[in-house]
């Protein structure tokens, strides 16, 4: 049985997934599960993309990569994806926003993506693409929607994140005894 849970951190790129999970890290001590960093360090890439100038990764590679560390709970997964992983490894699904699409363009065009990949990026965000999938594949009561625009949002998400991590384990204790 997990003594810590599992938990997605997802979003369109430039939300401020990755910012999250590392200030989660640190405030909580569940480990920051970056995907793209796994799929590049494990080669679980499938192909590249030359339309979207990326890698495009095997997500079946992929879960038998993490799969082992994962059930043993206690991590922050990092990706732009979320309806790949099984239900029963995921424990909250957290899916970041920037409706302010004006401050996720700045963000996108300062890391240098071509117009295409912006645009195609933004559109996702302003239509909520991750928070569907999201709300598809995992229940309802377990999938939340945060907005990472203003100074201070990112603190108090991590802290309402970190609430609910200590309440999920305080209750996992009681389940256990």
């Known amino acids: 049985m997990r003594t810590s849970p599992n938990i997605i951190i997802t979003g369109t790129p430039g939300v401020g997934k990755t910012v999250h999970c ?76 920037c409706p302010e699409t004006s401050l996720l363009y700045d963000r996108l065009s300062s890391r240098g993506y071509h117009e295409e990949k912006l645009q195609e990026n933004l559109d996702a965000e302003i239509f909520g693409v991750l928070l569907e999938e999201a709300r598809e594949a995992y229940d309802e009561e377990i999938v939340v929607e945060l907005n990472s625009e203003k100074d201070g949002d990112v603190d108090s998400n991590c802290a309402r994140i970190a609430e609910w991590i200590e309440n999920w384990k305080k209750s996992h204790a009681e389940d256990a005894e």
């Open 22 to 97: 590392e200030q989660l890290a640190q405030d909580t001590g569940l480990k920051h599960l970056s995907v793209n960093q796994i799929a590049k360090e494990r080669d679980c890439f499938d192909e590249y993309d030359e339309e979207r100038k990326s890698w495009v990764v095997d997500e079946d590679k992929l879960l038998d990569a993490i799969e082992d560390e994962v059930l043993q709970g206690g991590y922050l997964i990092d990706w732009h994806a979320c309806d790949l992983f099984p239900k029963s490894w995921i424990d909250l699904v957290v899916v970041v926003r």
